[in-house]
């Protein structure tokens, strides 16, 4: 593959998380964690010079690759010569019709499983965009830094236990399936890797009366992380004259107010919104 970039003449671009992995058993490893077979069909985005797209391409019934670097077009067509169950779309993933895309190149009743070594400059885009857009994925196995998938995994009291973590909670279960060094890539990044498969939930995690307002009260309860929940939700959410019906909601829902946002469970969260929800005015 290094040979195939060096022969193109290819200079990898840093602003657009060029990072291309070279180990053939990372690459084998991805794709098995993501337990295809010849009736899967995978959507990777990113495929720089076609590395994991050939390994992908390999096992599953197609390939549909998205990739915002034209210039990996002569290179892909090179790589991926010969195999005939890929499609490349040029475009920025964030972008781009996907469910154009799709609908293109499956079946209506299909779906994909996304596979990706994902830029890091835009990973948590893009991880939002896949999950919430209403796109017909069952799973995603994705290359991400090390630091964001333990925030995908957290659970309460973790460091990075956050407004991430529970958005991906809600709608997927995720799994770190191995960390990976820096020495893979060419070029080297300056962060450790992991590769985390997420099950995308046929039901979300909890049931809310208002979901845009649960997210917006999980927000303010992490915003000063060292503040009590009490504390963010009169600063964040509401205001001091408040204070009195909000001890007595959470004192109704049986969260103790001066417990961090950081220790509270999704549903803990889902219990406080809805009973919050006769408070928003
Ligand atoms: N899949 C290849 C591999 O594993 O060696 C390349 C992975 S590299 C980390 C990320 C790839 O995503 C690059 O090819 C880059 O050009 C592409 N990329 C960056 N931003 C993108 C975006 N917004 N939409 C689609 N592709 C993007």
């Known amino acids: 593959m290094q040979d195939m ?7 990898l671009k840093k602003s657009l998380g060029q990072n291309f992995l070279v180990d053939e058993n990372i690459l ?9 077979d010849e009736e899967s069909y995978v959507l990777e985005i990113g495929p720089g010079a076609g590395a994991l797209t050939q390994v992908l391409a390999d096992q599953a019934k197609k390939v549909v690759a ?10 892909l067509n090179d790589t991926l010569y010969g195999f005939d169950n890929v499609s490349v779309y040029f475009g920025d993933a964030l972008k781009l019709d996907l469910h154009d895309i799709l609908s293109k190149e499956i079946p209506a009743d299909a779906t994909v499983t996304v596979v990706a070594n994902l830029p ?3 990973t948590t885009p893009i991880l939002m965009r ?11 196995v994705v290359m991400i830094q090390k630091e964001v998938a333990s925030r995908l995994e957290a ?19 995720p799994r770190i399936i191995m960390t990976v060094p820096k020495t893979v890539f060419v070029p080297q990044p300056n962060v450790d890797s992991a590769v985390i498969r997420l099950d995308i939930r046929t039901e979300k995690k909890v049931r809310v009366i208002d979901e845009p307002f649960f997210f917006r009260l999980v927000r303010a309860s992490f915003a000063q992380r060292r503040k009590t929940l009490i504390n963010n939700l ?6 001091k004259n408040h204070k009195e019906l909000l001890l007595d909601i959470l004192n109704r829902v049986g969260i103790d107010p001066g417990r961090r946002g950081e220790t509270l ?17």
């Open 28 to 36: 084998n490893k991805i794709a098995s964690a993501a337990d295809l």
């Open 5 to 11: 970039i060096r022969r193109h003449q290819f200079t």
């Open 155 to 173: 659970i309460p009291g973790e460091k990075s236990y956050g407004s991430l973590s529970i958005a991906v909670q809600y709608l997927a279960e």
């Open 265 to 281: 469970t999704i549903e803990e969260f889902a219990r406080l919104s809805d009973a919050l929800g006769e408070l928003t005015d």
């Open 66 to 75: 998205v990739e915002i670097d034209r210039r990996l077009e002569t290179v």
């Open 234 to 239: 009169i600063n964040n959410l509401y205001n």
């Open 130 to 140: 896949l999950l919430t857009d209403g796109l017909p994925i069952n799973k995603m």
């Open 120 to 122: 890091y400059y835009v």
